[in-house]
């Protein structure tokens, strides 16, 4: 069955980057996009960006400038990065899958950003 | 960016009742192609958003018949007909129509 789990590290400090693992199964990363959300106590649910089933990506304006987001295929994981963080980017990130729609969500990880 | 802007729900519904959750765009989410790209989730306490329904009216897999999406190009309505414990949560719209995708600030739901 479809499987989205992200892993990462926790707590941060701030100015430092982020790094979140989503590993899936049940699917193939070449067949669909994949997504990453973000749920702040400030902003509630923001889509962050994708990747798509072919490779490219595609980020919102909000954290272009910081993020990246990319993959490994051989893995089934998909990778989030974001530099410069901030306390306000505390929060819970999901990776999940699809193109218009979110079909399956990962359980999401808790990100806190503190000194 | 697409604001979309959501109701509130006069908690707690009685069970049994039915509820309307509304979501408002600042921007028609009618495409040309005929179809609203507008889609609605569940955010269960301590989970994962779940998606119940997309292009504004299709129910998604397994979700039940209770509810129902509606709506014109830039109002929305999901109705619970009748709702049930399991129900609890809070609900949220998003468009499609435009990148950045975007959500509303959620509904909660609380039965009696």
């Known amino acids: 069955q479809v499987q989205l789990k992200e892993t990462g590290p926790g707590l941060v400090q701030p100015t430092q980057t982020l790094s979140i693992t989503c590993t899936v199964s049940?699917?193939?990363?070449?067949?669909?996009?994949m997504q990453w959300v973000r749920q702040t106590p400030g902003k509630g649910l923001e889509w962050m960006g994708f990747?798509?089933?072919?490779?490219?990506?595609e980020y919102n304006s909000e954290f272009k400038s910081r993020l990246s987001i990319s993959r490994d295929t051989s893995k089934n994981q998909v990778f989030l990065k974001m530099n410069s963080l901030k306390t306000e980017d505390t929060g819970v990130y999901y990776c999940?899958?699809?193109?218009?729609?979110?079909?399956?969500w990962g359980q999401g990880v808790m990100v806190t950003v503190s000194s | 960016d697409i604001v979309m802007t959501q109701g509130a729900l006069p908690n707690p519904v009685p069970s049994g009742e039915s509820a309307s959750i509304t979501c408002q765009s600042s921007?028609?989410?009618?495409?040309?192609?005929?179809?609203?790209?507008l889609n609605w989730y569940l955010q269960r306490p301590g989970q994962s958003p779940q998606l119940l329904i997309y292009?504004?009216?299709t129910r998604a897999s397994g979700v039940s018949d209770r509810f129902s999406g509606s709506g014109s190009g830039t109002d929305f309505t999901l109705k619970i007909s009748s709702v049930e414990a399991e129900d609890v949560g809070v609900y949220y719209c998003?468009?499609?129509?435009?990148?950045?995708?975007?959500f509303g600030s959620g509904t909660k739901l609380e039965i009696k």
């Open positions: 999940a899958r699809g193109t218009t729609l979110f079909d399956y």
């Open positions: 049940g699917f193939s990363l070449t067949s669909y996009y």
């Open positions: 990747i798509r089933s072919g490779g490219s990506t």
């Open positions: 921007k028609s989410l009618l495409h040309s192609n005929g179809k609203t790209y």
């Open positions: 292009w504004m009216s």
């Open positions: 998003q468009q499609f129509l435009e990148y950045p995708l975007t």
